[in-house]
């Protein structure tokens, strides 16, 4: 089944594309029958949340596990969680199965489900239990639950208290502690906790206060309805530098720059975490404002700082995403001769050929340095102690998971009282977003898929560069093409477009050497005009947009407070938008670009205008 239609076609028919009590019911009845048929029976199925569900109500966990009951398993319910603690409580009491109720960096409106088999994410179509067949499951019991005169869904089962939270906490600071440097000296570092006001908050808290770090926390009150606003990664990616004054100065910018005045000889930096903890960026104060070190700078300085140990008898390999500075490859190469994979983006396709399912999985398999992206991902393999009813011979297993706490604490710990920095020269990274679009619209000999083609065909038209598409199979929707120069025929870009796996919205991205802006930059801006142009017209979302163009970009308003812009599209949209959901649309136009906030408030940018036919 096409997971892009099942996608749509089931929460339309669950309530208008809302996730609503049912489906969690569905999905977790899904999964755990499917794993019943094999042979998975007996099995406890870890259930954890970033804390937008808990902080209000808890219904949509308790739906959850009741699909899970119903479909012949337990569960053991971790509570709020950091996702990269569900697969390490799987594999360390023994429970091959895990899920996470979390929509990771996105606001507080949106929802969804991550599930692991043996710590892993699932794959698309790896047999077993892979994405299509827990689609192809979905969908089935959904047209059961339609046929049947008396529906098996619980109108909306009552929450229950999480049974485990105290040890499921206990178990993952624990496996941090553990896989952190010991015996340094903390006292030259301060930290800046940025909590995102989600799942890491405890954890994170707890940690620093055993290492005995000095620190101070931000968005650290979750309430469910605040989960990454106004922090947390998704407000520092895409920049390598950010401003301590001005408009907009995020709050773990505005505490690490007051406490650097104050303690101008103490390294201050900045720990920052997206919603359920899966990725982390570091920000480190200097004179020339907070620098910005992301994914792939992290993974850099891994190796760099001998927390991954590069061993000259091994053929380990590093792992990198095609979102990722092609700069750091290179770099890793030239530096340590170490191997360099690229793969699709995702941390599961960071993880993908250790998998399982895989078919290249064997004892030949080269291991694992280290694996990253730029959004904030890093895995570095770990040792998880098994339990007891393990047999000897197999004591440990490795873990493949992104953790940002983890990743961050052990670049800083590494050499605490040196400032973090890359040695590197820095490439060429830019990417536009486009939202509100009808997602299926773009795929691989589509129409849209096509124009993008020809357009950037076009563009290096009596250059010396020569564009080149390469088909990622793993991720054949992808339109990516890489920008080859003279003779020698060398990669010196690459500019491509691809669907968001968790948004509604298309990413487009160029990425380059140094030099390379000039040719780039105007072709990612084409790329975006023209997508702009093909948005959902029958999309709430960009009935929403429309109407706040319409205000700001008007004679009348040129600039509003959010709270008077939210009353004004009432007469426009015939009710009220909810705050959450009002929100998350301010949120996307402005990292589509189109909507800036300063100190009047909400303002449409100039020559962004679009027209959508």
């Given at each position: ?224 309805l605040n989960i990454n606003q106004d922090g947390g990664v998704g407000e520092v990616e895409g920049f390598e530098r950010l401003s301590v004054d001005g408009e907009g ?116 398999t080269a291991p694992m340095l280290v694996a990253s992206e730029e959004s904030g991902h890093v895995i570095v393999p770990l040792q998880v102690m098994l339990p007891h ?225």
């Open positions: 089944i096409n997971a892009e239609y099942m996608g749509e076609a089931l929460q339309q028919a669950i309530e208008g594309c809302v996730l609503t009590p049912s489906f969690f019911y569905l999905y977790g009845w899904a999964f755990a029958s499917l794993a019943h048929d094999h042979k998975f029976g007996g099995q406890a199925v870890v259930v954890g949340e970033d804390g937008r569900d808990h902080h209000c109500g808890g219904v949509l966990r308790s739906s959850f596990v009741a699909g899970v009951a119903a479909g012949g398993l337990e569960w053991w319910d971790a509570g709020v969680i950091p996702t990269p603690a569900v697969p390490m409580i799987c594999l360390a009491k023994g429970h091959r199965l895990g899920a996470m109720l979390t929509a990771s960096h996105n606001p507080s409106n949106q929802n969804g489900i991550k599930v692991f088999v043996d710590g892993y994410k699932l794959l698309p179509d790896k047999g077993g239990i892979c994405d299509h067949t827990l689609t192809a499951r979905l969908f089935q019991l959904a047209l059961h639950q339609d046929c049947s005169p008396t529906p098996p869904i619980p109108c909306t089962p009552p929450p229950q208290p999480s049974q485990h939270a105290t040890e499921a906490l206990e178990l993952y600071v624990s496996h941090l502690l553990r896989h952190l440097p010991h015996g340094m000296s903390v006292e030259p570092l301060y930290i800046v906790f940025d909590a995102a006001n989600g799942a890491c908050v405890a954890a994170g808290v707890s940690v620093l206060q055993r290492l005995g770090v000095p620190h101070a926390v931000v968005n650290g009150h979750p309430t469910g100065v995020l709050p773990v910018v505005r505490a690490m720059h007051t406490h650097a005045c104050a303690h101008p000889h103490i390294l201050t930096v900045g720990m920052v975490v997206d919603g359920d903890g899966d990725r982390g960026y570091l920000l480190v104060h200097t004179q020339q404002g907070v620098e910005v070190l992301n994914g792939d700078d992290l993974a850099y300085l891994l190796v760099h700082r001998q927390e991954v140990k590069v061993c000259a008898d091994a053929d380990a390999v590093v792992y990198t995403t095609v979102e990722g500075d092609l700069m750091v490859p290179r770099a890793m190469q030239q530096e340590w001769a170490v191997r360099t994979e690229l793969t699709c983006v995702g941390d599961k396709w960071l993880s993908a050929p250790y998998h399982p399912s895989m078919d290249v999985v064997s004892p030949h009813t393990t047999p000897p011979s197999h004591t440990t297993t490795l873990l493949y998971t992104g953790d940002g706490l983890l990743t961050v604490l052990k670049v800083l710990l590494a050499r605490p009282a040196q400032p973090p920095a890359v040695f590197y020269q820095r490439g060429l990274r830019a990417t536009k977003y486009v939202y509100f679009i009808n997602k299926s619209e773009f795929h691989e000999g589509s129409v849209q898929w096509r124009e993008d083609g020809a357009l950037i065909v076009s563009h290096f038209l009596d250059t010396r560069f020569t564009p080149v598409a390469r088909r990622f199979p793993a991720d054949a929707d992808m339109l990516y093409y890489a920008v080859l120069e003279g003779e020698g025929q060398e990669q010196v870009g690459a500019v491509f477009v691809r669907n968001s796996g968790t948004e509604v919205k298309q990413s487009l991205y160029i990425r380059g050497t140094p030099s390379m802006g000039p040719v780039l930059t105007p072709l990612l801006d084409k790329l975006q005009a023209a997508h702009q142009a093909h948005k959902c017209l029958t999309s709430p979302e960009y009935a929403m947009e429309r109407s706040i163009r319409a205000l700001l970009a008007s004679s009348t308003h040129t600039c509003m407070p959010p709270t008077e812009l939210r009353q004004a599209l009432t007469p426009l949209l015939h009710y009220t938008p909810e705050l959450a959901d009002f929100d998350a649309v301010v949120h996307a136009l402005r990292k589509e670009g189109v909507l800036q906030h300063n100190s009047a408030g909400l303002q449409w940018v100039h020559g962004c205008v679009q027209v959508c036919v």
